[in-house]
């Protein structure tokens, strides 16, 4: 199977940013539902407009992630790890993608206004009911809290990866340069969408 | 390239490094999440002090709990609009849905056992904005912080030995905070009025009114009756307000004046329990009009959370530390009583009719 080596460019600019911002935005939610100062204000003027912002992002990313093919996992992982890692990351994006829905729809149903500014709002998605807000509001807290412990996981995941394996998997995401094992295996033509083959043979098992 | 064969160097330093960050990650979250300071006073705390006073009333609102779903129209006469652009106050008509209520978290209350009352309002303005307000019937809040006012709520806490709150604590309170001063002159004189509608009703916290050029103005407002025939309510009914407001809307709709008043530079815009000099400049910007009411417990009011701070383009909140406090106690309130409406595990029961079950 052929596939590029580190993930398509857009892919890792999305990744990074996605990754500040979805941080971002999981410490301004559970800060602002857990203060009476001032905070709860601006934090809560800040959460709606970037909730959007994430949903169009993580629709940006997904088209680029069925588009351009992800490289590999090192053939020499064990099928455990393996299926965990593509798990975490369809949960990672199944997250990414509900988590705005639903407070979005949480909204609409509590019968609130979706403002993302002082004047700009977006339509209700759901019509009004007590029912369906209470559903939404906790489904919001508890898959942000799900999405949290996945992060903390996918973040620990990453660095065993960069600092006890030491494979391609956390170079692939990067932008640091890369020291190619032959001169015209650079990384490159990932841009036209088209694939390299895999830069290194199969590894032996581990010890 | 890779070197996963091999034995990383410092093999347990590395697990410490992916370990440690990690767990500060984890860490921050909690802090920031309250999970590591539980000293911190909490909208979930406030509204614990809430119920504690008012008792646990499933589906009901933790404060102002007794209450009546009313809707009907505001006429704006523009007279508003070169203070503040929002759309409400151009000339025109918006609908509005609201409620009358008592103070407190128990819902059979006698009517007579508080001389306030309150005017909560949702307008809904043709460009899909809302301004949502809570109104009181009293000059001036009791205090000017959460932090005071979840220390009041404490102090008012019933004894559990008598079922009442105990006047030496409330007394040790308000000696405490004398900025409650103002509240105190004017509950002493107070009555419990037999109407809603001969009430006039304040919005007590500063707001900012931005005009077209996008400059802001401090303001207060607040609702004035044009029904003139005040009285005190009547001794031996403990709901007379629901049916004296039936009674006077069969006959025709309710009105109310609504009056903002400008602040002049230096005017308090952080604090609710000073009043402004009554020279100020208010404004008349129209009439309120309350066509017909509801049970609370099926009209339009039940599901809408009055949180002072959904507001429209052209008005902002000000930098009145309530504002923020109210919005997020609302919340947590407004999340409880929805829970319970919707049965969800773990949420207080409430029979089908969304009033409490015997418990």
């Keep these: 199977m052929k596939t590029s080596a580190t993930f398509h460019p857009l892919a890792r600019l999305l990744h990074w940013t996605m990754a500040l911002l979805i941080l971002a935005m999981l410490f301004i939610g559970v800060g602002m539902v857990t203060t009476v100062s001032t905070r709860h204000d601006w934090l809560l003027a800040i959460h709606r407009p970037l909730g959007a912002t994430l949903l169009v992002l993580v629709i940006i990313r997904l088209a680029v992630r069925l588009r351009f093919r992800p490289p590999a996992l090192p053939a020499d992982m064990p099928p455990l790890m393996q299926w965990m890692a593509h798990a975490s990351h369809w949960a990672l994006y199944g997250l990414m993608i509900a988590m705005p829905l639903i407070g979005w729809a949480m909204l609409s149903a509590g019968g609130y206004p979706v403002m993302l500014g002082s004047s700009l709002h977006l339509p209700p998605i759901l019509s009004a009911s007590a029912t369906s807000f209470a559903w939404l509001r906790e489904a919001h807290r508890y898959l942000a809290y799900l999405l949290f412990l996945t992060i903390l996981g996918h973040m620990g995941a990453a660095l065993y990866h960069a600092l006890i394996r030491r494979d391609d998997v956390f170079p692939s995401m990067t932008f640091m340069r890369r020291k190619p094992v032959h001169a015209d295996e650079v990384p490159v033509v990932v841009v036209t969408g088209a694939s390299l083959p895999e830069p290194t043979a199969p590894r032996p098992p581990e010890p | ?359």
């Design chain 2, 1 to 359: 390239m890779s070197a996963s064969s091999s034995k990383p160097p410092h093999l347990l330093w590395r697990w410490c490094a992916i370990g440690g960050a990690v767990l500060l990650l984890a860490l921050a979250f909690a802090y920031t999440g309250g999970w590591l300071s539980p000293q911190r006073l909490t909208p979930r705390r406030i509204v614990d002090a809430l119920q504690n006073g008012g008792g646990l009333h499933p589906g009901f609102r933790r404060n102002h709990a007794k209450g009546v779903c009313v809707a009907g129209y505001f006429d704006s006469n523009g007279a508003a609009a070169p203070y503040s652009r929002a759309q409400v106050f151009a000339e025109g008509r918006t609908p509005v849905v609201g409620r009358l209520a008592l103070p407190g978290g128990n819902p059979y209350a006698p009517d007579g056992s508080v001389p306030i009352r309150s005017f909560a309002l949702r307008f809904s303005l043709a460009n899909g904005q809302q301004w949502r307000t809570g109104m009181n019937s009293m000059p001036v809040f009791p205090v000017a912080t959460p932090q005071a006012f979840y220390e009041q709520l404490q102090a008012g806490a019933p004894d559990p030995a008598t079922g009442k709150p105990d006047p030496k604590r409330l007394g040790a309170f308000f000696a405490a905070n004398p900025e409650t001063g103002a509240f105190l002159a004017w509950v002493k004189t107070a009555k419990p009025s037999a109407s809603y509608v001969t009430e006039s009703y304040s919005a007590l916290d500063a707001f900012y009114f931005v005009d077209a050029k996008g400059e802001r103005h401090a303001v207060r407002w607040q609702v004035t009756p044009e029904a003139g025939d005040a009285a005190p309510g009547p001794a031996g009914d403990d709901n007379y307000l629901a049916q004296d407001l039936r009674t006077r809307l069969a006959s025709g709709p309710q009105r109310w004046h609504l009056k903002v008043t400008l602040a002049a530079p230096g005017d308090p815009t952080n604090d609710a329990t000073k009043v402004w000099p009554a020279d100020r400049t208010t404004i008349d910007a129209g009439t309120l009009v309350i066509e017909s009411e509801q049970a609370q417990d099926s009209g339009a009011c039940r599901d809408i959370n009055y949180d002072p701070t959904v507001l429209p383009d052209g008005i902002e909140v000000s930098d009145d530390p309530l504002l923020a406090a109210r919005s997020a106690a609302y919340a947590n309130s407004y999340l409880r009583r929805t829970s319970e409406e919707a049965h969800l595990p773990g949420a207080a029961r409430t029979d089908a009719h969304g009033t409490e079950a015997a418990r």
